[in-house]
């Protein structure tokens, strides 16, 4: 058992008093005590972020580069005691959570880099004797609010670029999996980072609508679900804040006739059910084009079927258990849903147990058909391992049904045309599209987001929008007349003669 508490000004810090227990999903037993934090403690938080920004801001952009490059060092030195606390508490696969850390890597590695990427513009004689410059100046304070399913990788969206351009940055990560974020704090310390500029607080959603209502935070990045989403862009919008809120998904996968059937389902079963599905790019739904539907049931059984399910801890795992019972119990709520309105189950995923672990939160791959595209099971986020294969009779149909849903954050398509390809791409309503790559994730100099339900604001994560985002442009003109000179003056309005 051990204690997770928040990280303010340099050091733990334990908070209100209040605390709740940290579950390995594995087991269902608590490995941990979680420290949380309420109003008062985002507002501690904040004064000491707003004192240590000043003086983080005239850091030089090498200096801080230089912390930035030490922290990496530190990051890969630590990988094995950061992804163990991952798999501790969240329950993926060690693979899977070194693989996460590795990609929020690229991030940090990107945010080495600013001080290209805070170049500011300039143009000489703009008008007689007169030059125009802009600069790019960091907000102040600014916060992120991160979900269970990354506890490293999400999070490494948002601070490394946020801090490169010279903010303070409050972290509220998901109280079911915290412990990665204290080591990172820990580590930011390690590689010199001012105390006050990297913090942690932990809680629920007093301290989401404190970070959200805080006149001292100037911006409020989230990713979750659409609702929570929502609820963060409306608050923190009407508190006057910058927002970027990335919601959820239900990711279709396009299988057409000419696609290699046993690659496509490879490459879907990993999307699907990797990390047991509890990805915002997880492919929930595979859409069969014409003669292409019952290979692939027989292709994606196959996979299904060969598919270890049991604790991240063991080498032999494919898929671990899902974050809580409740996450169980709704894979095995849409399960029967589907099959009392008629949808074939595939390959059934309920009532498995894994020997030695029969209080862990498991439920196997489950593989359903024959659905009614108004059906809730195909409808919504599913958030676990559960994959829906939908029908359709041509290429203009696939579109038409990934195009309808709501949610807009990643696709795929799987083809050997290049046309097929091409028209997907231009034409689909989704912000990430894969062509034979099931999930497509921006490295992380591009940038990360979805469009429609997926995305709340303007800038996605990560990549160039991330410098945007945490910075506002200033743009400058100026004149150095001779002192001698003399410069007549005009009541109207200036131009660039």
Request: charged residues 20%.
């Amino acid at each position: 058992m051990y204690d997770v508490t928040h990280w303010i000004a340099g050091r733990p810090e334990e908070g209100t008093g209040a605390t709740q227990p940290i579950l390995n999903p594995a087991t269902g037993d608590q490995v941990g005590t979680l420290h949380l934090g309420d109003a008062a403690t985002v507002d501690r938080a904040v004064e000491i972020g707003r004192a240590a920004q000043r003086d983080w801001a005239q850091v030089s952009l090498s200096k801080r580069t230089q912390i930035l490059y030490r922290m990496r060092q530190l990051m890969l030195e630590n990988v094995e005691e950061i992804a163990r606390a991952i798999t501790r508490e969240h329950g993926k696969t060690i693979g899977d959570a070194k693989g996460e850390i590795a990609r929020g890597l690229e991030t940090l590695e990107f945010a080495t880099s600013i001080t290209q990427d805070l170049k500011g513009g300039f143009s000489e004689n703009v008008s007689t004797g007169v030059d125009a410059h802009t600069m790019r100046q960091p907000l102040g304070v600014v916060a992120g609010i991160t979900p269970f399913n990354f506890p490293a990788m999400v999070p490494f969206w948002m601070h490394p670029v946020a801090t490169a351009t010279g903010n303070a940055f409050i972290l509220k990560p998901s109280e079911r999996d915290p412990s990665a974020s204290n080591i990172v704090a820990r580590l930011y310390q390690e590689a010199g980072l001012p105390d006050g500029v990297f913090q942690v607080v932990h809680g629920g959603k007093e301290t989401v609508d404190a970070l959200c209502e805080h006149p001292g935070i100037s911006a409020v990045s989230f990713v979750g679900s659409t609702p929570i989403a929502q609820h963060v862009h409306r608050v923190a919008s009407a508190a006057g804040k910058r927002v970027q809120a990335l919601g959820g998904a239900n990711n279709h996968a396009v299988v057409m006739p000419d696609a290699n059937i046993e690659f496509a389902a490879g490459q879907i079963a990993s999307g699907a059910f990797g990390s047991a599905g509890e990805r915002c790019m997880a492919v929930p739904v595979a859409v069969t084009v014409g003669d292409a539907h019952e290979p692939f049931l027989a292709a994606i059984r196959a996979e299904a079927e060969k598919i270890v399910v049991g604790p991240g801890e063991d080498p032999s795992t494919d898929m671990p258990p899902v974050i809580t019972k409740d996450a169980r119990d709704r894979v095995i709520r849409m399960t029967d849903e589907a099959e009392q309105a008629g949808g074939t189950i595939v390959v059934d995923g309920r009532g498995l147990v894994v020997e030695g672990h029969e209080n862990g939160n498991f439920v196997g791959p489950t593989v359903i058909t024959d659905l009614d595209r108004g059906h809730s099971t195909y409808t919504d986020e599913v958030f676990g391992p559960l994959l829906v294969v939908m029908h359709v009779n041509n290429f203009d149909e696939a579109l038409e049904l990934v195009n309808s849903s709501p949610f807009g954050n990643g696709t795929a398509i799987f083809t050997a045309s290049g046309h097929y390809a091409r028209r997907y791409q231009e034409e689909v309503q989704v912000g990430m599209i894969g062509i034979n790559v099931p999930i497509p994730t921006p490295v992380g100099y591009y940038s990360f987001g979805g469009w429609k339900d997926s995305l709340f604001g303007e800038h996605h994560a990560h990549g160039p929008e991330a410098v945007s985002f945490y910075t506002r442009q200033k743009a400058i003109t100026t004149r150095w007349p001779h002192q001698d000179e003399h410069l007549e003056s005009s009541m109207s309005f200036p131009t660039h003669d």
